[in-house]
């Protein structure tokens, strides 16, 4: 039978618009838009960490709470767990909440507990060490970058090995996360992001030779945003934006876990000690090329030297003579008072290679660590000691630096 060009269009017309034909369509649409996702929906799905993808295809574009990043992790890597017995207190979590078992569970393992606890938090200051877990909040993409690393500290500690002017380099092409300069130290503590981890944004000093980052906070920031970046974990686009403030979807988030297990070779989370963790004291300081630096401390302490240098200038002051026993490659030495206070000239320590020196200030009239509570005696403080360190990579008159340092 012949129809009328007309007649044609019509029945063309009412099967494109039928029920099925537009059911169909849309399945291919949105099949499409997440199949970059599928591998991993379905690798979390073998974990029982998701649905299948089919099941999940309509929740892939919704936003991930701490809740849900808890819970999927808690499934995916097993290796974090505490005893049932052990109660870990996480402010915002209370012990009755139906979260606290996985809360417990996974920021109770995280590898520099109980101190690190407050580094996966939702609210965090650390000013006063206060912090809060938030199960319902919304994560931005930044959000998770900075719990990921604290539950996986050595990917950002894969940077390690970087001089610290390239990482410098690599962080200014990521072009949305803002960098603010400060001419002094004082100016940089006003800043309300100073020491502030979940903002996506870096603080530096500006000085002579160069910019460096403000504090350890910052490099806490750098090394997660370079390491998860150049491992192909949470990358920037071609054009260098990271996004840090979007909200973070569900997809996104099965494929970011998906691509940390398989960092660890597809069998689960193996926690790898840093260099830093393997320190036997644990109260580090960070000494860099190029700096000239001051630091008071009354206690034992490790020098770091984080960038490789072949030499420590070392010069100390303090209120009645302090002898200073440095180990460097598991041998020590004693240096005496008199020759460390010389401040215009400094003491030269090799570092034959060490990656830290560590520190014992030794209170003479006591024979004892000037941090111990007898050394110092019931009438004097700790302050009333007054021991400062001065020390650079390279020869310096410490006069100077002292003289900014009192002022």
Do not use: C
Request: charged share 20%; no cysteine; net charge negative.
């Amino acid at each position: 039978m012949r129809y009328p060009k007309w007649s044609i269009f019509i029945i063309i017309l009412t099967l494109s618009l039928s029920p099925f034909t537009t059911s169909l369509a849309n399945a291919a649409s949105s099949s499409s838009k997440y199949e970059w996702a599928k591998p991993s929906v379905e690798f979390m799905a073998s974990h029982n960490a998701m649905q299948s993808f089919k099941q999940e295809e309509k929740n892939l574009s919704k936003n991930v709470s701490k809740a849900e990043l808890t819970h999927m992790i808690h499934l995916l890597f097993k290796e974090f767990r505490v005893d049932s017995s052990t109660n870990v207190e996480i402010p915002g979590v209370p012990a009755k909440s139906t979260y606290y078992p996985i809360f417990r569970d996974v920021y109770g393992s995280i590898p520099s507990n109980p101190s690190g606890l407050i580094a996966a938090a939702d609210t965090i200051n650390y000013h006063n060490e206060t912090f809060t877990y938030q199960p319902n909040k919304i994560l931005s993409r930044w959000d998770l970058l900075i719990t990921l690393n604290t539950l996986f500290p050595d990917i950002g500690h894969s940077v390690d090995e970087m001089s610290e002017k390239e990482a410098l380099t690599k962080l200014q092409k990521f072009k949305d996360i803002p960098k603010r300069y400060f001419n002094s130290y004082d100016t940089y503590e006003k800043w309300k992001y100073a020491y502030q981890p979940l903002a996506p944004e870096f603080g530096f000093i500006k000085s002579k030779n160069d910019n460096h980052l403000g504090s350890d906070l910052d490099y806490v920031k750098r090394d997660a945003l370079l390491g998860f970046s150049q491992v192909g974990i949470m990358k920037p686009n071609s054009k260098g934006y990271f996004y840090p403030n979007q909200k973070v979807t569900l997809a996104e988030t099965a494929v970011i876990l998906h691509r940390i297990y398989k960092y660890y070779g597809g069998t689960g989370y193996k926690y790898q000690p840093s260099k830093d963790e393997l320190i036997p004291n644990g109260t580090l300081t960070y000494f860099y090329r190029n700096q000239v630096s001051g630091l008071g401390m009354t206690d034992d302490f490790a020098l770091v030297n984080a960038d490789d240098s072949p030499a420590l200038y070392l010069a100390i002051k303090a209120t009645e003579p302090v002898d200073l026993k440095i180990t460097l490659n598991g041998e020590s030495i004693t240096y005496p008072y008199e020759r460390l206070n010389v401040l215009n000239a400094p003491v030269i320590i090799p570092f034959d290679g060490a990656y830290y020196a560590e520190f014992y200030p030794i209170l003479r009239r006591t024979g004892k660590l000037v941090g111990d509570h007898e050394a110092i005696g019931e009438l004097e403080s700790y302050d009333e000691i007054n021991l400062e360190y001065f020390f650079s990579d390279h020869w310096t008159d410490f006069n100077e630096f002292n003289k900014l340092w009192e002022d």
